[in-house]
Structure formats: C-alpha cells, structure tokens
T-cell receptor, first 111, second 114 residues
Framework: IAGITQAPTSQILAAGRRMTLRCTQD?????MYWYRQDLGLGLRLIHY???????GKGEVPDGYSVSRANTDDFPLTLASAVPSQTSVYFC??????????FGSGTRLTVV | GENVEQHPSTLSVQEGDSAVIKCTYS??????FPWYKQELGKRPQLIID?????GEKKDQRIAVTLNKTAKHFSLHITETQPEDSAVYFC?????????????FGKGTHLIIQP
C-alpha cells in the first residue's frame, strides 16, 4: 500500500441494502475524511476523524456512519442505501502539514 | 461554518495565455487555502497551497495570492498548456487543533483551446 487506498472501485447497490466503503492509509496521518462528489456541487464533507477513537459530522452526514478503531482505517457505512446516495466517494487524510491526500474514489450507484 | 464561493464555473483560454480562478471564503478563522486539480475520472491532486501568514506563493507556472482582509484568494496559471485542462477546486479550512475538514468551492472547468 502506498498512500491511501479505497475499496471497492465501483459498486451497484440495491436500495435498502447496507454497504461499507473501505479506506486505508499507510502515512500515519492522524486526520481522515470522507467526501462525496456530485456534479455541480463539488466535494462535500460527510464525516471526519481527528484521531483514532474520535469522529465528527460534516456538511452531509445523514444516512452515513463512520468508525475509527485505529489510525489506518476509516470505513464509511450506508445503513440502508437510497438512490440519492448515488455519488463518487473520496476518502482523504492529512497530517504533517502537507495538505490532504485523496484516495482514488468509489463510484457508487444505488438503484 | 465556512462557505467558499468559486468563479468562474467554466473558463476557456487560448493555449499560452494566462488563466485566473477566484475564490472567496466566509470564515475569518480559516488559515489554510489549497488548490486541487482533478482530471476526468481521477482523484483531486494538490497543486499548490497557501497559509494565512503569506500573501503570495509561486511554483513554476502556478501562483496563488491571498487577501485576508477581503477574504479572497486566487489561482494564476501562466503560459497555459493543453495538459492544464481539468477541473480546479479551491478550498479553505482552519488548520490547527481539531481537523474538521476542507470546505471546497464548486469547481472551475478550465478548457485550454489549441
């Protein structure tokens, strides 16, 4: 692993199903974030974590939950997916004053 | 919370000309202002950033200026090339203590005309 890794790359999900998007970083960054990107709306923050064991809500947290059991992993869970959650999801991390590093994204389609 | 406005939404320039993208922010506590470039289907990539203790920063053909009093910052690209075509995002945050995430502008689609 080099940097920040997201899985899966893409997914088609039936409405009402539960889904966890995975994010792992090997840079020992304390802070991690989940954004969703929608055309015309830019990148909007869903949840963030300052350090292992703590999480916080961003601009659009409804319908999503996160956990931060350790420094490296920051999974995002959709408990019961809805079509409005169709989006591209980016995980990011920051630390050491060198800005935010983004993962390659997960393209999620809820049908 | 922070609100970032970005203009224009689309910018078309001739190859070799300069491009300027402007952003304003609302929270005077914000002190970190990065710019990201995103090519189609790819992740956002940091291209330059500036902190509130400086007014300008330059890296080859790219420069960023910051006016804290007016709460606006701009990206300048000189001698534009075809590979500069992409969507550019500005962002702002308070960097210090808790990290509560970047607030992004809605993006500028930069088109370099040959």
């Amino acid at each position: 692993i080099a940097g920040i890794t997201q899985a899966p790359t893409s997914q088609i999900l039936a409405a009402g199903r539960r889904m966890t998007l995975r994010c792992t970083q090997d840079m020992r960054h304390n802070a991690m974030y989940w954004y969703r990107q929608d055309l015309g709306l830019g990148l909007r923050l869903i949840h963030y974590s300052n350090t292992a064991g703590t999480t916080g809500k961003g601009e659009v947290p409804d319908g999503y939950s996160v956990s931060r059991a350790n420094t490296d992993d920051f999974p995002l869970t959709l408990a019961s997916a809805v079509p409005s959650q169709t989006s591209v999801y980016f995980c990011a991390s920051s630390g050491g004053g060198r800005g935010y590093t983004f993962g390659s994204g997960t393209r999620l389609t809820v049908v | 919370g922070e609100n970032v406005e970005q203009h224009p939404s689309t910018l078309s320039v001739q190859e070799g000309d300069s491009a300027v993208i402007k952003c304003t922010y609302s929270d005077s506590a914000s002190n970190y202002f990065p710019w990201y470039k995103q090519e189609l289907g790819k992740r956002p990539q940091l291209i330059i950033d500036i902190r509130s203790n400086v007014g300008e920063k330059k890296d080859q053909r790219i420069a960023v200026t910051l006016n804290k009093t007016a709460k606006h910052f701009s990206l300048h690209i000189t001698e534009t090339q075809p590979e500069d075509s992409a969507v550019y995002f500005c962002a702002a945050t308070y960097s210090g203590g808790g990290a509560d995430g970047l607030t992004f502008g809605k993006g500028t689609h930069l088109i370099i005309q040959p």
